[in-house]
């Protein structure tokens, strides 16, 4: 029943900024956490940064000072401000709630927005 849904993707050069906005919507379930996946083509889906109700951010150790997450829990809403970007962050972003149901914990996700980072 949660809807994600990322915006904000597109093609910028390398050292440029982005910002990913997710929404989310649809569930009468509690988020307990929101974050930014990502995946490029061969590898696995990585974790880039996840933020908690309180506030509390943290980071893939190597995106750390290059990537921002916040969060509008008023909203439901979380952002990823992306500075310095280089070639390698190219990938499909993707927007992920933790929610919790009946005491279990799930994972809920969009469907993603391309980043492609040119020369």
């Known amino acids: 029943q949660l809807e994600l849904v990322e915006s904000g993707g597109g093609l910028v050069q390398a050292g440029g900024s982005l910002r990913l906005s997710c929404v989310a919507s649809g569930s009468r379930f509690s988020i307990i956490t929101m974050g930014w996946y990502r995946q490029a083509p061969g590898k696995q889906r990585e974790l880039v940064a996840r933020i908690t109700n309180g506030g509390t951010a943290s980071y893939a150790d190597s995106l750390r000072g290059r990537f921002s997450i916040s969060r509008d829990n008023a909203q439901n809403m979380v952002y990823l401000q992306m500075n310095s970007l280089k070639l390698e962050d190219t990938a499909v972003y993707y927007c992920?709630?933790?929610?919790?149901?009946?005491?279990?914990?799930?994972?809920?996700w969009g469907q993603g927005t391309q980043v492609t980072v040119s020369l």
């Open positions: 992920d709630a933790l929610v919790g149901r009946g005491g279990l914990n799930y994972h809920y």
